[in-house]
């Protein structure tokens, strides 16, 4: 593809090769080689597989495109993404993090971190005090996600980045729930972007995958020098996976986010519900904050149930979605996000956090919002 500044839609079917420079391929193949044979004892473009492969090439310059990076980077797992990106920092630094975070984050943040000397600070990001009032002298970076897991706190991302730029912070953003299409954190003045790509970059409940990515090419340099250095890279097959779902992002996106508009809305209005979480809400308190920094509300909500009786009967009736931990599937999927997604928080934990025996959170897919809505309805019934 030329350089062209081509729009998100397009980038997401073209990506960075829209071909294979080989063969003229309609797609990059997969490539599952492991070495590349060094003509005359001199190295190509590849060399070995963990250091480059042209599968992984292929997401890899797909992310940095599409989040506005210099270069992107592909690994195992969202998780093995968070941990190479959390390994810009050394044993020494203290890192803030928020309260309310994805529970595997939470538990890598919280357990492995301050196992290899880093200290942590959990705080509301989305109050700056709060972040401010926890810098130390030895702090080192900010890590982010908004909105946040399940609770959808929304973080002022200019406004944060602004502070860590003053006092010479490192923030990284998890833009999962966003994906580049909605919220384009490093135009906002955010460092790394972090994605877990088995949810709405790959689309289809099928695959395991993380992307990092950065507009800052030194840091790029340190993100490549480790994810050689420690190994956890997607492999070839996953790449061309996750290729091809990034190309439907935008109708499936879009899809599934106007039936989440309808779905919230609905719920709002169940005597079964207490409340609704979902910045398209227009009573939704992050409304304002939310919308100046994404373009949408995205296709995930959580709604709390006026008592935990109702818990068992909605999981029991429910039949379209999946019930399980994860989000962004063609599929919907329901999550009793406390003995699921969260269940790495303890209980006292996620009780002072607000993370309720009574919430449920839904990731909408693309069904037919009619026949979600009824099957909701059912497992709400009296
Ligand atoms: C799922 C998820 C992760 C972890 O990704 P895996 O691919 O499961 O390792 C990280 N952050 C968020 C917001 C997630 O939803």
């Given at each position: 593809m030329t350089q062209k500044a081509y729009r998100t839609a397009t980038l997401l079917v073209h990506q960075g090769k829209d071909r294979d420079p080989a063969t003229g391929a309609s797609v990059v193949p997969i490539y599952p080689a492991s070495t590349y044979h060094h003509p005359g004892g001199v190295p190509g473009e590849f060399d070995y597989s963990r250091s480059g492969n042209p599968s992984r090439e292929q997401v890899e310059e797909a992310i940095a495109l599409l989040e506005g990076g210099c270069r992107g980077f592909a690994y195992a797992t969202g998780m093995a993404a968070v941990g190479s990106a959390l390994a810009l920092l050394k044993s020494g630094d203290h890192l803030i993090a928020p309260e309310d975070l994805y529970g595997g984050s939470w538990r890598y943040i919280s357990t492995v971190l301050p196992q290899q000397g880093i200290s942590v600070s959990s705080v509301d990001t989305s109050d700056l005090a709060a972040i401010e009032a926890a810098i130390r002298p030895e702090t080192r970076a900010i890590f982010l996600e908004t909105?946040?897991?399940?609770?959808f706190k929304i973080t002022d991302l200019r406004a944060v980045a602004e502070l860590a730029r003053a006092r010479g912070l490192l923030t990284l953003l998890d833009n999962t729930f966003m994906t580049p299409l909605l919220q384009r954190p490093l135009e906002l003045g955010i460092d790394v972007v972090i994605h877990s790509a088995t949810k709405f970059l790959g689309g289809h409940s099928d695959l395991m995958a993380g992307l990092v990515t950065t507009a800052d090419p030194e840091l790029g340099k340190r993100l490549k020098y480790f994810q050689n250095a420690f190994g956890a890279v997607l492999s070839p097959f996953d790449c061309f996976l996750l290729s091809r779902g990034i190309k439907t992002l935008k109708l499936r996106l879009e899809a599934a986010q106007a039936s989440a508009q309808v779905l919230a809305e609905r719920l709002q209005q169940?005597?079964?519900?207490t409340r609704v979480y979902f910045p398209g809400l227009p009573d939704f308190a992050g409304r304002e904050r939310h919308f100046a920094q994404a373009g949408g509300a995205g296709a995930v909500l959580s709604f709390e149930l006026k008592?935990?009786?109702l818990i068992k009967p909605l999981l029991e009736r429910i039949a379209l979605p999946i019930i399980a931990p994860s989000l962004g599937g063609v599929e919907t999927i329901l999550t009793h996000c406390w003995s699921m997604s969260h269940a790495a928080i303890p209980a006292s934990t996620k009780e002072k956090l607000g993370i309720r025996e009574t919430l449920v959170r839904i990731s909408v897919g693309i069904e037919d919002v009619e026949d979600l809505w009824e099957d909701l309805a059912a497992g709400l019934a009296d």
């Open positions: 909105p946040s897991n399940p609770l169940h005597p079964a519900v008592e935990k009786a």
